[in-house]
């Protein structure tokens, strides 16, 4: 039987198909920019979008989540900086590496071998455009005065004095795929305060600053004659608008990642936003976080590359007590947002972050998903997006992101499980509802503490939480689950022993299978 079409239905058939399959090819084909904006110490309650009860306004994330997707289980590889900037540029969990606990400072050696492959080597294997801005705290190797020159880890002022500025400085972001790198060392209240712009110190440190502020604070340093603590934040995102100014038409597309020093320490919100919270100066210093990245996204959206620009924004862990987290409780106000603990901690405040992500060619408005995430998980995607085959030996904590994008239904959870690291070296996996915890306490700087041993006295050994019944982590049910805590110890000490939480051949981690924090395994 033979029928016959209009012209003009055949005519929008044919368009319809065409718009169709272009849609497609352009997904899995064209490439987009890629944004990371990494904010520093803001806590999951800090953003509106993520808290309904949140004091503290910010409209401009607010706005991006609802352009994009908001994940409401994403979380850091750790509790604190160092360790989450290591998952996010290598896909890989940092107790792999040599840093087992705590952090690096400004005078920090490069903790990211060059042989590593990162987020921004395989983008920049695949065409990319690449650029750092902001706050590194990875460790680069400062030039010295001499080759025998050492002195203190650079927790204090005379551990600085050896430093020649005028060397260049070696193993710094350029040799991990970075074509463009500027920021500093450490955090902003880390010694030195020195700006660094691919591989050389934009000017030679001339005085020393301190600030012994209650919120204000950085310790003594030497301090170069650009470098204006007040002005950091704001001067990394007119460097990073101007960034994708500058090659929002180019052929190929670009990767910045925007690192911010803030709202960590020292909270230094601009004259501008000082007592516009009405809670403290550190929600006053988000508020203006919060306008920046409401600039940096009318940016991208005047560049004419919004539809094809992919931006992530997140914090590399819970908010800190240096905040002041009990004048914002007073004032209604929950940086954790009903979770337990804060920055530093095994506990959910510690690691469980906001985290939005905008893509519009790709991405559903006001799309959520619930999804257990972590950090690491960027390398892999980047891998997806450019069609990079991942080896064995790279990102071997990461997964892909890509389905989730789309909103895919899945057979299986997303991650097998998700590993938890706190300041002190303590770990907890998650998979599910339930998180086992490997340690008494909180592993970090809330109660009860590590080195509080009356507090930790007759607690168990290790936690166990059914977060959909109990997300404060109130109610330890390690005593009656000891199955589920056996089978989840198991599969941490299989991530562990084989070097990856992955599929794929068995790795080996850089320190091999023995420190303290392994007590259940090492005895």
Known sequence: MNINFPNSILVCLILLVFSCQQKTDKQKVEKPNIIYILADDLGYGDVAAFNENSKIKTPHLDRLAAEGMKFTDAHTSSSVCTPTRYGIITGRYNWRSKLKNGVLTGKSKALIPNTRTTAASILKKSGYS????GKWHLGWDWGTKDSTSESGEGWNFKDFDKIDYSKPVKNNPNDLGFDYAYGHCGSLDMAPYVYVEN???TMIPDSTTVNKGKYSWWREGHTSGDFIHEDVTPNF????IKYVKEHAQDENPFFLYLPLPSPH???????????????NPYADFVMMVDDYVGQLNTAIKEAGIEENTLIIFTSDNGCSPAAKIEEMTEKGHYP???????????????HRVPFIVKWPGRIAKGSVSDEIICTTDFAATCAAITGYQLKDSEAED?????????????????????????INGSFAIRQGAWKLIMCPGSG????????????????????LYNLMNDPGEKDNLQASNPQKVDELKKLLTKYILEGRSTPGIIQQNDTGNSWKQLWWING
């Open 444 to 463: 970090g700087w809330s109660f009860p503490t590590p080195n509080n041993k009356k507090a930790l006295e007759g607690l168990p050994e290790v936690q």
């Open 237 to 240: 995102f007119r460097r990073g």
């Open 130 to 133: 690449t650029a750092y801005i």
């Open 336 to 350: 954790s947002y009903v979770y337990r603990g804060h920055k530093a901690d095994i506990f959910e405040g510690g």
């Open 199 to 201: 591989g050389m110190a």
């Open 265 to 279: 320490t020292p909270i230094l919100p601009t004259q501008e936003w000082q007592d516009k919270s009405g809670i």
């Open 398 to 422: 990461s997964y892909n992101m890509l389905p989730l994008f789309d909103q895919k239904k899945l057979a299986t959870p997303f991650r097998e499980a998700t590993v938890h690291h706190s």
